[in-house]
């Protein structure tokens, strides 16, 4: 085994200056540069699921009739949907490019390219000429820029995440790196209502120029979160790290992994994750099937309530925009919990919460007591919010430094594969009836205490400095 000599030692040191992890070990300085990579993750998450969402409400409303239709009526919904799926193909491999970018140039630096890269995207589909000006080249540029979204998808929240936390004072990492997951909340909401005033003015002016609008207004929010981001600095965790590379300081211990072991001097950050931290990255796959309260609330949780309850759907998206937004203050306030009593309690309280609310959300959609129907789903978003909002510093904490941005990334984007085939694999399990929702419930509910199952068996990382969670 190699070792770090004296002379080595001294170098670095001359580079690299103690990495401070307390609140109360941490400059004037470095508290603000704390407080500003939290802000850039809210912003930089809230532009990413914006785009997202405004992507997906035009996939449903526009697409399939101004890229699309040449296609018919069926065709045209079928392949613009097909064009919104193709970024979950593309979110993994853009988790191993930008996580191996992030983990080796910078988290800073990556971010940048993952912000521009997404904002670009977004601008130019507002700017994209229909097929019926561009013919087959229209539709084909639509997919192009819906695979760079998905691409930078695939690297902006872990490393946002990775981050905020590093940046953070260890006994509030919960709560700093909570803001990223806020940012999810805020786009979505965000997304959703972009669209409403232009619907309002009719169809003629949505598929003329109406459209574009909310892809158009991504770029000066994009320029706006380059700002902030740019003036964040790289966590002092991370300078150490490419320093002891850069002199060469660099021993089989430090290259490899908490057990002290590694193949290569500075071996890939994907290669060392599947070496030496896969339970951890299986912990992450696992777990992120928590995501499915996603697209089981809003995407088969309204068609299950339209479609079989015979609900109105004006009303049930209504009340879960609303209540989006009313568990916010609810999310920081879990977040803050997890940094005070762990990570693991409050996932797992959060996760199988939702095994049991679920089937109990589809029971009563067939009351059509909206009063109990809100109860149900007001208890599954504060609850659900806690899993959401503890997962952003849970899943950092799983990994060391050197390779943190990589495990997160690679692991949730692997996990959301699942998750985004999810309403598929309900709508073939759902059977007509008022007790035709049990498949789904099961379903789901297995998926939950899989999550929860998997969190258990991960170490209980709150508190515990950047230094303790490299040592594993």
Same mark, same amino acid.
């Given at each position: 085994m190699s070792q770090i000599t004296p002379s080595q030692?001294?170098?670095t040191s001359a580079i690299v200056s103690p990495v401070q992890d307390s609140e109360a070990?941490?400059?004037a300085e470095d508290r603000k540069n704390a407080r500003l990579a939290a802000v850039s993750g809210f912003f930089g998450s809230t532009i990413e699921y914006f785009d997202f969402v405004c992507f997906a409400t035009a996939s449903a409303l526009v697409f399939n009739k101004v890229f699309f239709a040449g296609f018919g009526a069926v065709g045209g919904t079928i392949a613009s949907f097909a064009t919104f799926g193709v970024a979950y193909i593309a979110r993994p491999l853009g988790a191993i490019i930008f996580g191996t970018l992030g983990d080796r140039i910078g988290r800073t630096h990556t971010l940048i390219v993952t912000l521009l890269l997404m904002g670009t995207a977004t601008?130019?589909?507002g700017c994209l000429p229909t097929a019926q000006t561009l013919g087959i080249a229209a539709p084909i540029l639509l997919v192009v820029l819906r695979l760079a979204q998905g691409l930078s998808a695939g690297g902006e929240q872990a490393g946002s995440n990775s981050l905020s936390s590093e940046n953070a004072p260890k006994e509030k990492r919960g709560v700093f790196t909570g803001w990223t997951m806020i940012g999810v909340a805020v786009g979505t909401m965000l997304g959703s209502v972009a669209f409403v005033p232009i619907t309002a003015q009719g169809e003629d002016f949505l598929l003329g120029f109406g459209w574009r609008i909310p892809f158009l207004i991504a770029g000066p929010l994009m320029l706006f979160t380059l700002w902030i981001r740019s003036q964040v600095k790289e966590p002092k965790v991370f300078a150490e790290q490419k320093a002891l590379r850069e002199s060469g300081a660099v021993s089989e211990a430090d290259a490899g992994t908490s057990s002290g072991k590694s193949g290569k001097k500075d071996s890939a950050p994907l290669a060392e994750v599947l070496r030496y931290h896969w339970k951890n990255l299986l912990r992450v796959i696992v777990c992120s099937l928590y995501a499915l309260m996603g697209s089981m609330s809003s995407v088969f949780g309204l068609t299950y309530a339209t479609q079989y309850a $015979?609900?109105? =759907?004006?009303?049930? &998206? $209504?009340?879960? =925009?609303?209540?989006? &937004?009313a568990v916010i203050p609810i999310s920081l306030m879990w977040a803050w919990v997890s940094d005070k009593v762990g990570r693991r309690p409050v996932f797992i309280l959060s996760v199988l919460s939702l095994a049991v609310l679920f089937p109990v959300l589809f029971a009563v959609m067939h009351t059509h007591n909206w009063a109990l129907i809100l109860g149900v789903l007001a208890l599954l978003q504060i609850l659900g919010s806690a899993g959401n909002i503890v997962q952003a510093p849970m899943y950092t904490e799983m990994f060391p430094s050197r390779v943190r941005y990589t495990g997160y990334a690679v692991g949730t984007q692997l996990g959301l594969i699942v998750v985004?085939?999810?309403?598929?694999?309900?709508?073939?399990?759902?059977?007509?009836?008022?007790?035709?929702?049990?498949?789904v419930g099961i379903f789901i509910a297995v998926c939950m205490v899989a999550a929860a199952i998997s969190a258990f068996t991960a170490r209980e990382t709150r508190g515990l400095s950047l230094a303790e969670l490299d040592e594993g």
């Open positions: 030692n001294t170098a070990a941490m400059s601008f130019l589909v $015979g609900l109105e =759907s004006a009303k049930y &998206l $209504g009340f879960t =925009s609303v209540l989006g &937004l985004g085939f999810a309403p598929t694999i309900a709508a073939a399990l759902v059977k007509p009836g008022p007790m035709g929702w049990v498949p």
